[in-house]
């Protein structure tokens, strides 16, 4: 099965018959008014005690930069307009094939203004370059990013790049006046949105209550995946869950013995402040002991890129 999004109005009487026998939202477009405090505060809680603490510290002033970006620089967009071009079949925000504007860049410019008084000093060069960078540079770090060409940018620059990539598809995204919509098709490990890759999966609470989704990595939007089964493959006959402490951690991943991937998922049951940025970036010893067991991570955390 695989997600479209389609607009209020062509789900009509048969979304209403479905909410009356237990509809599952299929897509949760990011709420944007508390998600970077939120986060922020989660990576300042989670320094605590933790090996990676001053960089937890810095991604929780990553974030805090974001937030401030987000207000200083609204964004104006006739959704309507782009749902009905959008063409069957394809993301509605496909980050591959999406037409930036430079809206992006001028939340760049943001971002770096608000971190370069409390940034680190081996952090400082970078966002100097950065903010002496051309637009043609900073395009195409964009594009290399998106098409998973990770060595052509150094990582200490990623983290910026993304960080108003996500910010400006978030945005984006928030502004959809659609809904998702299951129908048969593949590809389901990907963003409905924009075709980006999940950064981590949520076991929820509330409306929601026991429902997996995957988060994405660029523009915030989570999807709905049936448990027990793995994201990447679908498959479901060799399944396992590994976690640092005990059967009661929130954080886990699950792996797949057929594909030879892992997915954490974080489980808001058993601690209802986790974020999926958050604490799947807190969690890197697990990385490791999934690596020394022969498993490749499926997703990718916005702070930290592959360096090949």
């Not at 207000?71 to 980050?95: H, I, Q, T």
């Not at 910010?167 to 129908?183: D, H, V």
């Not at 892992?262 to 999934?290: F, N």
Request: hydrophobic share 40%; with cysteine.
């Amino acid at each position: 099965m695989s997600i479209r999004i389609v607009s209020k109005e062509e789900l009509g009487q048969a979304q209403k018959n479905e909410k009356g026998i237990g509809f599952i939202p299929a897509v949760l477009f990011p709420n944007l008014k508390n998600l970077y405090q939120r986060r922020a505060e989660r990576f300042d809680e989670l320094a605590k005690d933790n090996p990676f603490a001053d960089y937890l510290e810095f991604a929780a002033e990553i974030t805090r930069a974001q937030q401030k970006a987000l207000y200083d620089n609204p964004l104006e967009m006739d959704m309507d307009a782009l749902m009905a071009a959008n063409m069957p079949g394809k993301a509605l925000l496909d980050c591959h094939t999406f037409q930036r504007t430079e809206h992006w860049r001028k939340l760049l410019k943001s971002i770096i203004a608000e971190l370069l008084p409390v940034a680190p000093d081996h952090a400082r060069p970078t966002l100097e370059n950065l903010d002496k960078a051309s637009e043609n540079e900073l395009e195409d770090m964009a594009t290399a990013l998106f098409n998973q060409e990770f060595s052509a940018v150094s990582p200490d620059k990623s983290v910026f790049i993304w960080a108003a990539l996500s910010l400006y598809w978030a945005q984006m995204a928030s502004m959809i006046p659609g809904k998702g919509r299951e129908e048969h098709g593949e590809h389901r490990q990907f963003c409905p949105v924009c075709a980006a890759m999940p950064v981590s999966g949520v076991i929820q609470i509330g409306t929601t209550q026991g429902l997996r989704y995957l988060h994405c990595g660029l523009c915030e939007t989570e999807w709905h995946v049936v448990r027990i089964k793995c994201t990447n493959c679908e498959q479901t006959r060799d399944l396992n869950y590994w976690s640092l402490e005990s059967e009661q951690a929130a954080v886990k991943a699950e792996s797949c013995g057929d594909c030879g991937s892992y997915l954490k998922i974080l489980s808001q049951e058993k601690d209802a402040k986790v974020d999926t940025v958050a604490d799947d970036l807190a969690t890197l010893i697990l990385d490791a002991r999934m690596e020394e067991e022969g498993f490749a991570r499926s997703s990718i955390n916005p702070f930290l890129f592959p360096n090949e």
